[in-house]
T-cell receptor
Framework: AQKITQTQPGMFVQEKEAVTLDCTYD???????LFWYKQPSSGEMIFLIY??????QNATEGRYSLNFQKARKSANLVISASQLGDSAMYFC??????????FGAGTRLTVKP | DTGVSQDPRHKITKRGQNVTFRCDPI?????LYWYRQTLGQGPEFLTY????????KSRLLSDRFSAERPKGSFSTLEIQRTEQGDSAMYLC??????????????FGPGTRLTVL
């Protein structure tokens, strides 16, 4: 069964606007972690933001914030004030336990000038 | 540069040949992971080391694949008798292993393998 679902294969956003990338997950564990990574065309996976299942506050890191809705099992990434350099693939991932991390299929974000 | 490094960045080989990739993790990170990423997909977990011990292997890791981390520092991933289906990006990641809740994995630039 698919653990992580990213329903948007591609998204477009105008420079300086905000964009939300969707992610839903499936787990029966009470303790888990949610991650977002950015992968530019160079290939390297760049860690953006982390949300723990017990964290009551939504995680924020600069222009990135994670809209965590535990009951709905969603962990959407919000990028504010988009920049041209934000154009990349974005992957949502979930870790159950300490090791096993599963990734979604990704969303390709294109920022238009 | 203290990030995760991988070598080579690109490898083209003929079917049936053996290939070996190297990963150097962030200094003092005791956990090291290998992933495979095919076009249009997210990374898939292959195997994991805690120091020099290989503690977990995915079912994706066939008998033709072997990974080592002999001194608990760098790691190698070898693929024997390569097949065209092995063509993919091979990603290495490391984590400190000290923060049980976050333990964020930091990735290297990957090795892109093409099997002709």
């Amino acid at each position: 069964a698919q653990k992580i679902t990213q329903t948007q294969p591609g998204m477009f956003v105008q420079e300086k606007e905000a964009v939300t990338l969707d992610c839903t997950y499936d787990t029966s564990d009470q303790s888990y972690g949610l991650f977002w990574y950015k992968q530019p065309s160079s290939g390297e996976m760049i860690f953006l933001i982390y949300q723990g299942s017990y964290d009551e506050q939504n995680a924020t890191e600069g222009r990135y914030s994670l809209n965590f809705q535990k009951a709905r099992k969603s962990a959407n990434l919000v990028i504010s004030a988009s920049q041209l350099g934000d154009s990349a693939m974005y992957f949502c991932a979930m870790r159950e336990g300490f090791i096993d991390m599963r990734f979604g299929a990704g969303t390709r974000l294109t920022v238009k000038p | 540069d203290t990030g995760v490094s991988q070598d080579p960045r690109h490898k083209i080989t003929k079917r049936g040949q053996n290939v070996t990739f190297r990963c150097d993790p962030i200094s003092e990170h005791n956990r090291l992971y290998w992933y495979r990423q095919t076009l249009g997909q997210g990374p898939e977990f292959l195997t994991y080391f805690q120091n020099e011990a290989q503690l977990e292997k995915s079912r994706l890791l066939s008998d033709r694949f072997s990974a080592e981390r002999p001194k608990g520092s760098f790691s190698t991933l070898e693929i024997q008798r390569t097949e065209q289906g092995d063509s993919a990006m091979y990603l290495c990641a490391s984590s400190s292993g000290t923060a049980l809740d976050t333990d964020t994995q930091y990735f290297g630039p990957g090795t892109r393998l093409t099997v002709l």
